[in-house]
């Protein structure tokens, strides 16, 4: 078992900046790529990014690109999503997520074993 826990979420205003992290603990974690994802009210949670075991590979969505950054410490266990130039749009409730394996299914909810329990962001016009 895997238990994430994110934090850092909160109100910020259009163009602002945040930065989420991700602390987990139980197995390695250093043997499981780490996602974030999000899900605004009434749509589903979609993919947001993704980095690779040892912090060497990243992939985003499109829609962030440019704008937000993932990263890892494995000597603490942690990911962070590093937000920037932040929309209304990008207001939703963020979830970390652990997954056994790195290819391009890293962007679909069904490779990712674990979650946390979400943090929510809400970016005002």
């Known amino acids: 078992q895997v238990q994430l826990v994110e934090s850092g979420g909160g109100l910020v205003q259009a163009g602002g900046s945040l930065r989420l992290s991700c602390a987990a603990s139980?197995?390695?974690?250093?043997?499981?790529?780490m996602g974030w994802f999000r899900q605004a009210p009434g749509k589903e949670r979609e993919f947001v990014a993704a980095?690779?075991?040892?912090?060497?590979?990243?992939y985003y969505a499109d829609s962030v690109k440019g704008r937000f950054t993932i990263s890892r410490d494995n000597a603490k266990n942690t990911v962070y999503l590093q937000m920037n130039s932040l929309k209304p749009e990008d207001s939703a409730v963020y979830y970390c997520?652990?997954?056994?394996?790195?290819?391009?299914?890293?962007?679909?909810?069904?490779?990712?074993?674990?979650w946390g329990q979400g943090t929510q962001v809400t970016v005002s016009s």
């Open positions: 997520a652990g997954a056994q394996i790195w290819n391009t299914d890293v962007a679909r909810r069904d490779a990712y074993d674990y």
């Open positions: 980095i690779s075991w040892s912090g060497g590979s990243t």
């Open positions: 139980g197995r390695t974690f250093s043997n499981y790529a």
